[in-house]
């Protein structure tokens, strides 16, 4: 037995078949096979049923699984800690980040990172911060730019918060809306209307349905610009980040709403990253960069300077 078939495994039970499995091993599906049935021999237990299509784990194989997860996390440490001789132009750093950060920091960290660090491999994942904290947990992510009001258990997770992100509404110029002839209008003035918005706490939801919108919301889109877009094209009105709007008011024929909130509806983006992992010099470049980019001075937070001194090692700037 050797970690390539363990390896062989891994692939086949996440991704549930031969075909994508070998695909993402770079093996033919008869040598992934053989592979993997070579690898019952030697441990002398099934490890895979097929049901309905899908390659499924026995319950033996299940707990190998989680085994080989532990693995497989144990040498991507062992590499990280290698890779820190190197510096941050060797290293690698997977990020999953929510639709609001996404839409106002995200292109000004990417900026900063490949004039700073062209060599830095930085792979993306934009989504819904509940989503994004699952891959957290399983390893799949090494930091995550979102809201953790999404989720119960953070109990594994550090959590560094960002200052609040204000956001407004938005509809277009010619909107039916605006010849009611009100400066401020309340939140039931817009339930004749298609109102978009990004993936945000069930609570808020509540709360906004509860004020004069029961169907809220119409659509639920992560796409910040297309939201946008959207609504300077068609009767829908968009909630998005203040900055956005901003930024994109020349861009697109829009106009911002002045509406009577009677809570708080601004967004509050928080950096999280496992506990119990080490902070790699990557790792650590990213959250420095999205902490400027929400003006928060990192080098003067208690609890991200006392996480740096629990690394396996001192970090090099």
């Known amino acids: 037995m050797n970690f390539r078939k363990l390896s062989h495994l891994l692939a086949l039970l996440e991704t549930g078949s031969y075909r994508k ?121 090494d930091l995550v730019v979102g809201d953790s009001r999404y989720v119960s258990n953070t109990s594994q997770i550090h959590i560094l918060d960002l200052p609040s992100q204000t956001v407004g509404f938005v509809a277009s110029r010619s909107h039916p809306v605006l010849q009611l002839g009100k400066k401020t209008l309340a939140l039931s003035d817009l339930e004749p209307w298609v109102v978009g918005t990004p993936t945000i706490p069930g609570d808020l939801v509540d709360e906004i349905r509860s004020h004069g919108l029961p169907s809220f919301p119409s659509i639920v889109c992560e796409d910040m610009r297309l939201l946008i877009s959207l609504a300077s094209e068609t009767n829908l009105i968009a909630i998005v980040p203040d900055k956005l ?45 999205f902490a400027r980019q929400f003006d928060l001075d990192i080098g003067k937070h208690g609890l991200y300077l006392d996480l740096l001194k629990e690394s396996a090692a001192p970090l090099r700037h």
Do not use: C, W
């Open 21 to 141: 499995a070998a695909d993402a091993v770079h093996l033919s599906q008869s040598a992934l096979s053989r592979s993997i049935q070579s690898l019952e021999d030697d441990l002398g237990i099934p490890l895979v049923d097929k049901m309905h299509g899908d390659v499924v784990p026995t319950p033996q194989g299940a707990l190998v699984l989680q085994q080989i997860r532990r693995i497989a996390f144990n040498t991507r440490e062992l590499f990280e800690t290698i890779k820190r001789i190197n510096g941050v132009e060797e290293g690698e750093v997977r990020i999953g980040i929510g639709p609001f950060p996404a839409s106002t920091a995200l292109d000004h960290v990417l900026k900063e990172m490949i004039i700073e660090y062209p060599r830095l491999k930085i792979h993306v994942e934009r989504s819904n911060p509940e989503l994004l904290l699952a891959l957290l947990n399983d390893d799949k992510l």
């Open 245 to 289: 709007i901003s930024r994109t008011e020349h861009q697109y024929l829009i106009q911002r709403l002045t509406i009577d909130f009677p809570f708080d509806i601004s967004a509050h983006p928080r950096i999280m990253f496992a506990k119990g992992k080490t902070i790699g010099p990557a790792t650590d470049t990213l959250i420095r960069s």
